[in-house]
């Protein structure tokens, strides 16, 4: 097990369209448009976007290139109960492990023709992502430092206790509960968001069927 952390930081200007960035607006190709999804009762919401890791900056701190060297990889999920929001659905993220369709993980080999996407609340036209982090790469600066890792092991949960086939997953990205200046983001008393893949998945570069699970205390 070989995580990689990530260190998020509050950028001294707008960071480029193509860096790698927690929250803020995401790079998305002209053809692509922002993943949406449709609640019980038909009403159409945005996935949250979380962050974006430029894969060429993360080439160094994954010498088992267990990710491909170059492009995008962009993380969305349907987290907005956990950030404190009302619009859109209760979440089906939780202790047990999610289908396919309460996350999203883009993968876009090619950065040029990339544009960014704003989205904007009905009611002011303010932007409704929280203030941009910038996103950084190697060991946690504090001992008890937020703990948002690529290739994270497991918490609260060994993986022995985990039911098959997921015992055997990798834990894509591990998102921990944390606050800025302008958000609280809460898994379930201060727990942690795992994005799992499975090996065979991970090893061909297939992000289009990534589960979640909410793990906490």
Known sequence: MHPIHLTLTTPTGKLGLCASRFWGNPALPGQEAYPMYVDAD?????YVFICQINLEELAPYDPLHRLPQRGLLSFFAKID???????????????FISDTSEVKVLYFPDT???????????????????FELQVGFGQPREP???DHALFAPPAYRPWETWDAPYEDWEILLQVDSFEGADFTLNFMDCGVLDFLISPDDLRHHRFDRVRAIVLST
């Open 144 to 146: 008890f430092a937020d």
């Open 112 to 130: 040029d023709h990339m544009s960014e996407v704003v989205l904007l609340d009905e009611e002011d036209d303010s932007p409704i992502s929280p």
């Open 81 to 95: 109960a956990y950030l404190g929001c009302c619009g859109g659905a209760i979440p089906l993220l939780g202790g």
């Open 42 to 46: 038909g009403e159409t919401y945005p």
